[in-house]
C-alpha cells in the first residue's frame, strides 16, 4: 500500500496540465487551456483544464476531476495504478513489494493483466538479450534488418523461445496462475495441454498511449506454411484492438509538435521511420481504421497522412477506412511511395531527408487522389463514370464543413468533367436523406415548434422541486470562500456599531443551525455536514480536501462548482478594461446567497402550509394555521426586500 506522505507528494508535484497534456492536445483561452473530451466523440472543444486549480471539466459530457482521475477515467486505472504512473512521470520514489499469488488474488482482473504483461515483457527481453538462442536467432535478425541496439531498446523488442511452454512454466514458478495466462492470451490450452502462444517469434509489445504493455504482436523466423508470419494477443480486459494504434506512446508528442500523423501498417514500418528520426508515425497493424482509432489520432492532430506501398488493390480496400476519417473532420493526403518500395524498406533505403521530402512533395489530397484513380477506370465507359460521380459524391458529403465540401466539388467538377451544379445537387441529396433518416416522420420544412411536453409540472410543483439552485449556490460559496474573511457589523457594550470578522464558512454555518435549515439535496447535505464537524473544531476545511475527497461524488460536484465555462480574455486586462469579478464582492455574494436560501426555504415552508390549512376544518386549527402563515410572510417579505424582490403571492 502507498503510505499517505507519498500520495501528498505525487498529488503536490503533479501538474494536471502536463498530465492530461500526454493524452489531448490543448490550447489556452485565457487562464485555462480547452481541448477536444477524450471521453466522448466532439468536433468542438468543450473539455477544459485549469493549471490554478488543478482540475479538468468537460462541458459536454460532464466528466470533471483532478489529475488523478482523469489517469483513472481515461486509462482505467485503479487508484493505485494511477498512482504509480503518475509516480513514474515524475520521478517520485515508491518502494514496491513483490506480489505473492496470495496478493495477486486481491486485486482486480485487470490489474492482475497488465502486472503479467509487464511480467511478459521482462521475459522476452531478457530472453532477447540474455539467452543464446534469444541472441543467435532474435537478435540476428533483427540486426540483419539494420534496427539498431537503441531503437531495440527502446521499442522494448524481444524474444519468445522455441520450448513450446516456456514462459507458461516460468510464469507458474513465479505465482501466476493458468487461469490468469490464458485470459491474458499468453498462453493457449488445449484440453490437458498449455502451450506460448508466441514461442519461436520476434516479440513487439503493443503499448497504451500511457506506455503500458497490454498486449503483443509476434513474428515467426522460419518458413512453416501452417503458421501464421504474424499472431497478436486476442482482446482480453486490457488490450482491445480496435482502440490501439502500434507506435502511439511514442509518437503522441511529435504528432503535436509537427501538426500530423503519418499511417503506417506495420510495425516495423514505425520502427524503421523512428530509426531515420521521424517519430510522428503510428501503424493500425494490418486493420482498418475503426472510430476509436481516429478518435485517438484527433486528440493530437487534425491532419493525417496515409502512407502507402503503391498497390492499387490495396489502396482501394482502405477506402471505407479513409471515408470514416473525413467524417469526423479531419484532413486527409495519401503518399504512394515507388514500386516494390514501402515504409519500411525506403526509410531504411535513403536519407531521413529523402523520406520527409518524399512525403512532403508527393502528398496527395485524398479525394482529389481518390477521384484521379477511380477516373482512369472509367475511360469511354458512361456507366462506371456515372458509378464513380456517386461515389465521389458520397465521400464529399461525409465531410462536416460546408467550406471544404464546396471547395472539393469544384476541384472534382474540373477532374471529372461535370458542372458544380450537378455535383452540388447530389450532395445536397445525401444530406437532406440524412437529416430524416436521424428524425423519421418529421418534414423538416415543418415547423416543430408545436411538440411540447404534455406533462409539465403545476406552478407550486415547480417551487417546490426548485430550491436545488440556492443549495448549490450556498455550497458553492463554502468551497470557494469557506476561509476567506468578511466584515459584519455588530453592536458592542455600548450600543455602538462596531467592525466584526469573520469567516465565510463560520458565518454561514452559524446562521444555518441558528434558523434550523437543512439541506434537502443529500450531496450537498453530506458537504455542509462536513463543514459542520470542521466549525466545531474551529477549522475550515479547503477546496483541496474536498477535490480529493474519498467520497467520489463529493469530489466530482466540488470540481464541477470550481470550473466554469466562461473565462475573461487576457486581452481585457492588457486593454485596462475593469470586470468586476467575484473575489472581488465576496461578503455581497455570500449575503446574497444566504438570503436566497432563507427565501427559498421560507416559500417551501409557506406553501406546505397552505395546503395544510386547505385540509382542515377545525376553526382553532385554521386560526394557528393562519397566524403562522403571517409571520412566515412577514419574515419573507422582508428578506425578499433586502434582495430587492417583490413579493406577488
Not at 500526454?22 to 493549471?51: A, Q, W, Y
Not at 518500395?341 to 518524399?358: A, C, F, G, K, Q
Request: with cysteine.
Amino acid at each position: 500500500m502507498i503510505s499517505r506522505d507519498t500520495v501528498d507528494n505525487i498529488i503536490s508535484t503533479i501538474r494536471i496540465e502536463e498530465v492530461i497534456g500526454d493524452f489531448v492536445t490543448l490550447r489556452r483561452r485565457g487562464v485555462n487551456l480547452i481541448g477536444l473530451c477524450p471521453f466522448h466523440n466532439e468536433k468542438t472543444p468543450s473539455f477544459t483544464v485549469s493549471p490554478a486549480k488543478g482540475i479538468y471539466k468537460c462541458f459536454g459530457c460532464g466528466k470533471a476531476g483532478n489529475g488523478v482521475n482523469f489517469v483513472m477515467e481515461h486509462e482505467h486505472f485503479s487508484y493505485p495504478e494511477a498512482l504509480r504512473y503518475l509516480a513514474n512521470k515524475y520521478q517520485i520514489e515508491i518502494e514496491e513489494e513483490v506480489q505473492t499469488a496470495e496478493m495477486q488474488e486481491q486485486i482486480g482482473e485487470r490489474e492482475v493483466l497488465f502486472n503479467l504483461n509487464q511480467f511478459a515483457l521482462d521475459f522476452f527481453e531478457k530472453t532477447l538479450h540474455d539467452t543464446e538462442e534469444g541472441k543467435a536467432i532474435g537478435l540476428s535478425y533483427l540486426k540483419e534488418r539494420g534496427i539498431r541496439d537503441d531503437i531495440i531498446r527502446k521499442f522494448k523488442l524481444g524474444y519468445s523461445p522455441s520450448t513450446w511452454d516456456a514462459f507458461t512454466e516460468h510464469a507458474k514458478k513465479h505465482g501466476y496462475k493458468l487461469e490468469a495466462l490464458v485470459k491474458s492470451g499468453m498462453t493457449i490450452q488445449k484440453e490437458e495441454r498449455a502451450y506460448d502462444r508466441f514461442h519461436s517469434r520476434v516479440i513487439f509489445p503493443i503499448l497504451s498511449i500511457s506506455g503500458k504493455v497490454i498486449g503483443f504482436g509476434g513474428r515467426i523466423l522460419t518458413s512453416e506454411k501452417n503458421r501464421s508470419k504474424y499472431v497478436n494477443s486476442p482482446e482480453s480486459e486490457v488490450y482491445n484492438k480496435s482502440k490501439s494504434l502500434y507506435g502511439i506512446y511514442f509518437a503522441r508528442n511529435s504528432i503535436t509538435a509537427k501538426d500530423n500523423c503519418y499511417l503506417v501498417e506495420g510495425y516495423t514500418d514505425v520502427i524503421s521511420f523512428h530509426q531515420a528520426g521521424i517519430e510522428n508515425v503510428v501503424a493500425s497493424s494490418g486493420t482498418s481504421l475503426t472510430h476509436d482509432q481516429i478518435r485517438m489520432i484527433l486528440r493530437y492532430t487534425k491532419q493525417i497522412t496515409i502512407l502507402y506501398d503503391g498497390d492499387p488493390a490495396g489502396i482501394k480496400a482502405s477506402f471505407r477506412g479513409i471515408d470514416m476519417i473525413l467524417e469526423e473532420g479531419m484532413d486527409v493526403k495519401i503518399v504512394l511511395f515507388p514500386d516494390g518500395e514501402d515504409p519500411d524498406s525506403y526509410s531504411r533505403n535513403h536519407h531521413p531527408d529523402e523520406v520527409e521530402e518524399l512525403i512532403t512533395k508527393h502528398a496527395d489530397n485524398f479525394i482529389l487522389f481518390k477521384t484521379r484513380l477511380l477516373l482512369e477506370e472509367t475511360k469511354g465507359d458512361p456507366i462506371k463514370k456515372a458509378s464513380l460521380i456517386k461515389e465521389i459524391v458520397n465521400t464529399i458529403s461525409l465531410i462536416p464543413d460546408a467550406i471544404s465540401r464546396t471547395l472539393y466539388i469544384k476541384e472534382c467538377s474540373a477532374l471529372m468533367n461535370v458542372p458544380e451544379q450537378v455535383l452540388m445537387n447530389e450532395v445536397r441529396k445525401i444530406l437532406r436523406a440524412k437529416i430524416k433518416k436521424q428524425m423519421p416522420g418529421v418534414d423538416k420544412s415543418e415547423d416543430i415548434g408545436w411538440i411540447e411536453d404534455t406533462a409539465a409540472p403545476s406552478q407550486e410543483e415547480i417551487d417546490l422541486i426548485s430550491d436545488e439552485y440556492q443549495e448549490r449556490e450556498l455550497i458553492r460559496q463554502l468551497l470557494l470562500y469557506g476561509r476567506e474573511e468578511i466584515v459584519l457589523m455588530r453592536m458592542d457594550e455600548d450600543g455602538k456599531e462596531v467592525d466584526f470578522p469573520l469567516r465565510v464558512a463560520d458565518f454561514i454555518v452559524a446562521d444555518i443551525l441558528r434558523d434550523e435549515l437543512e439541506f434537502e439535496n443529500a450531496l450537498y447535505s453530506r458537504i455542509f455536514t462536513e463543514f459542520v464537524e470542521a466549525h466545531q473544531r474551529d477549522e475550515v476545511p479547503d477546496n483541496t480536501y474536498f477535490k480529493l475527497h474519498r467520497d467520489p461524488e463529493i469530489a466530482h460536484a466540488t470540481i464541477d462548482m470550481m470550473v466554469s465555462q466562461y473565462e475573461l480574455s487576457e486581452n481585457w486586462e492588457k486593454n485596462s478594461i475593469i470586470v468586476d469579478e467575484e473575489p472581488m464582492h465576496i461578503k455581497e455574494l455570500v449575503l446574497t446567497a444566504m438570503l436566497s436560501f432563507k427565501a427559498k426555504k421560507l416559500d417551501k415552508i409557506i406553501t406546505a402550509k397552505q395546503k395544510e390549512m386547505r385540509e382542515v376544518s377545525d376553526q382553532k386549527e385554521i386560526n394557528r394555521l393562519l397566524g403562522e402563515l403571517r409571520d412566515l410572510k412577514a419574515s419573507n417579505i422582508q428578506i425578499n426586500k433586502e434582495l430587492g424582490r417583490i413579493i406577488t403571492k
